[in-house]
């Protein structure tokens, strides 16, 4: 009896902490997105380009498809930036949010914010590269994805409604640039 009832006091005591605190489990996602546009462009179509489209899945739901080529190994001075925007005015102007990624090494970019936040999604619709560890060479190749819809769970809890404009921008051997529009809504429960 002794034991039940020291059990029943740790799970009284969890279900407050958990109403008080915001709960020891992982907390959910407080918002949605649907993508409504996207583009890619680049500067040297012999080295590196691609092509990018959206896909209608439901009433306002849609995925991306596309490819991504690079006719040249990727080399280490190959450097990446992403840039993540919002516009609470219907995208009539875009301020710069702190969720984006500095000018970096393409692989130290690969090795940290591809794997934490794009990695998994990507497995699920495109032959973008899976690792353990580092990766560290990226053979010159055809990357292909197909209604890839990207989970939002490397992203905050909470983020502001609006529309968000996503840009990746590549500084060396070629200037690659990548853009999608969302709309973030808080999900209704």
């Known amino acids: 009896m002794g034991g039940k009832l020291q059990m029943l006091k740790t799970?009284?005591?969890?279900m407050c902490c958990d109403s008080i605190w915001g709960g020891l489990a992982p907390s959910k996602h407080t918002w949605t997105y649907n993508i409504r546009s996207t583009r890619m462009s680049t500067s040297n179509e012999s080295v590196a380009g691609g092509e990018t489209h959206l896909n209608r899945e439901g009433r306002g739901e849609y995925s991306m498809s596309g490819n991504l080529y690079f006719n040249v190994d990727v080399p280490?001075?190959?450097e990446v930036m992403a840039s993540i925007y919002r516009s609470n005015d219907g995208g009539a102007t875009y301020?710069?949010?702190?969720?984006?990624?500095?000018?970096?090494?393409?692989?130290?970019?690969?090795?940290?914010?591809?794997?934490?936040?794009v990695m998994s999604s990507a497995a699920k619709c495109s032959n973008f590269p899976q690792f353990e560890g580092k990766l560290e060479h990226v053979a010159a190749q055809k990357f292909t994805y197909d209604r890839c819809i990207l989970s939002n769970d490397g992203f905050p809890t909470y983020v502001s409604d609006g529309i968000y404009k996503f840009e990746v921008k590549t500084f060396g051997m070629v200037e690659l640039f990548f853009e999608a529009i969302v709309v973030v809504e808080q999900k209704t429960f």
Do not use: M, Q, W
């Open 11 to 14: 799970v009284i005591l969890l």
């Open 76 to 78: 280490e001075e190959f």
């Open 95 to 117: 301020k710069l949010e702190p969720y984006s990624v500095p000018r970096t090494g393409v692989y130290t970019a690969i090795n940290t914010f591809y794997k934490d936040i």
